[in-house]
């Protein structure tokens, strides 16, 4: 099967711009998570996804936002771009119980 | 909410020694246990899992334990080579089963294995 896949891998946006991140499951997953990964905080979860509802959300504010779409790929965006918002933004997908697998990741600079 | 804390924050070792890296955990109804290996710009890779009805559970070179009374669980490596060397973070499934997707990470151990 293949794998987690985000588009796209690098991006860099100005402050005050918004992004969109995509997140392929794998196949069969109808679970998403999102996560922000800085060298200060480490791994934060921001929201979870399954069967095309919100069902999770960390401790972000209103800014970070994401859906879920019948096919369990998932988008998340990031609203009024802050320099602090730079980060590499992992998802994992899963099957619908706990085990989690990660993508690759998008890394995000904000300038 | 559930935090974790993980010890320590480098581990050096010499090849063919063992590794051990250790979390504890606040929320006494996470119930599920998971280790990821990420190496220099690679995803986090789940390597093994506990659940909570299980005291220890291993795979090859790596093992985890699991107290939930005291609320701590361990990754064990033994025979340490090169290759082992990477991040290594622990989590937990904070509220049990209401939580699925939501997984509370330590902060992180690099382990060095020095050839």
């Not at chain 2, 093994?48 to 701590?72: C, F, P, W, Y």
């Not at chain 2, 340490?80 to 904070?94: G, K, M, R």
Request: one cysteine or more; hydrophobic letters at 30%; aromatic letters at 10%.
């Amino acid at each position: 099967k293949a794998g987690v896949t985000q588009t796209p891998r690098y991006l860099i946006k100005t402050r005050g711009q918004q992004v969109t991140l995509s997140c392929s499951p794998i196949s069969g997953h109808r679970s998403v998570s999102w996560y922000q990964q800085t060298p200060g905080q480490g791994l934060q979860f921001l929201f979870e996804y399954f069967s095309e509802t919100q069902r999770n959300k960390g401790n972000f504010p209103g800014r970070f936002s994401g859906r879920q779409f019948s096919n369990s790929r998932s988008e998340m965006n990031v609203s009024t771009l802050e320099l602090g918002d730079s980060a590499l933004y992992l998802c994992a997908s899963s099957l619908g119980s706990v085990e989690q697998y990660f993508g690759p990741g998008t890394r995000l600079t904000v300038t | 909410g559930e935090n974790v804390e993980q010890h320590p924050s480098t581990l050096s070792v010499q090849e063919g020694d063992s590794a051990v890296i250790k979390c504890t955990y606040s929320d006494s109804a996470s119930n599920y246990f998971p280790w990821y290996k990420q190496e220099l710009g690679k995803r986090p890779q789940l390597i093994i899992d506990i659940r909570s009805n299980v005291g220890e559970k291993k795979d090859q070179r790596i093992a985890v334990t699991l107290n939930k009374t005291a609320k701590h669980f361990s990754l064990h490596i033994t025979e340490t080579q090169p290759e082992d060397s990477a991040v290594y973070f622990c989590a937990a499934n904070p509220a049990g089963g209401t939580s699925y997707g939501k997984l509370t990470f330590g902060q992180g151990t690099i382990l060095t294995v020095h050839p």
